[in-house]
């Protein structure tokens, strides 16, 4: 079973960045491809960015290419999101999650194994 830890949440203003990390633990963290997804209040879980388990291939929602990374360190079991010049819009709690297919990334929620318990991002305007 693979747990899913989300840090470096927080309160930013508009334009500034962030740096979320998602720590795995109780698994090969090298099998597994990796997501990010964000929920809005009053909104449906929406897909933000995925890697693959090399980190060689990447894809983003349309609404966050050119300001968002995502990348990870398959030493430190960790996968990374970059967010600079962050919108009222992001503002959403952000989750990490692990899909067992290494090689796929995938932008539907059902088609990912694991799921951590989320960190909360909040922009001001």
């Known amino acids: 079973q693979v747990q899913l830890v989300e840090s470096g949440g927080g309160l930013v203003q508009a334009g500034g960045s962030l740096r979320l990390s998602c720590a795995a633990s109780?698994?090969?963290?090298?099998?597994?491809?990796m997501g990010w997804f964000r929920q809005a209040p009053g909104k449906e879980r929406e897909f933000v960015a995925a890697i693959t388990w090399s980190g060689g291939r990447t894809y983003y929602a349309n609404s966050v290419k050119g300001r968002f990374t995502i990348s990870r360190d398959n030493v430190k079991n960790t996968v990374y999101l970059q967010m600079n010049s962050l919108i009222p819009d992001d503002t959403a709690v952000y989750y990490c999650?692990?899909?067992?297919?290494?090689?796929?990334?995938?932008?539907?929620?059902?088609?990912?194994?694991?799921w951590g318990q989320g960190t909360q991002v909040a922009v001001s305007s």
């Open positions: 109780g698994g090969t963290f090298s099998s597994l491809a």
């Open positions: 999650a692990a899909n067992r297919r290494a090689g796929v990334l995938s932008t539907r929620i059902n088609e990912y194994d694991y």
